[in-house]
């Protein structure tokens, strides 16, 4: 809950959740992501998860995002930022 709190001004649901998908999936390192998987395991349409995870990558701090290739989905290449 704390999590979901800290977010709640500068983000929306759908945002949020997506931050909590990726924080749970990258451990260390980076990984690639396409929408229409993120999609399908979040419950949402790969028009929203490429929207917002555009918008993340503008202004997410704890992940580079970088839209990384376009085959049958946009993969996203997403790196944790190191404090």
């Known amino acids: 809950m704390l999590?979901?709190?800290r977010?709640?001004?500068n983000y929306n649901d759908?945002?949020?959740?997506?931050i909590e998908y990726l924080k749970d999936?990258?451990?260390s390192g980076r990984g690639f992501f396409k929408s229409k998987?993120?999609?399908?395991?979040?419950?949402?349409s790969s028009k929203e998860?490429?929207?917002n995870m555009a918008i993340l990558a503008e202004t997410c701090p704890d992940f580079t995002?970088?839209?990384y290739s376009?085959?049958?989905?946009?993969?996203?290449?997403?790196?944790?930022?190191?404090a």
Not at 14 to 18: E, V
């Open 25 to 27: 999936r990258i451990r």
């Open 65 to 67: 995002i970088e839209r």
């Open 70 to 82: 376009y085959s049958n989905s946009t993969t996203w290449l997403v790196t944790p930022v190191q």
């Open 49 to 51: 998860v490429g929207t």
């Open 7 to 9: 977010f709640n001004n």
């Open 14 to 18: 759908r945002q949020i959740c997506l």
């Open 3 to 5: 999590l979901h709190a």
């Open 37 to 44: 998987y993120i999609a399908r395991e979040l419950g949402l």
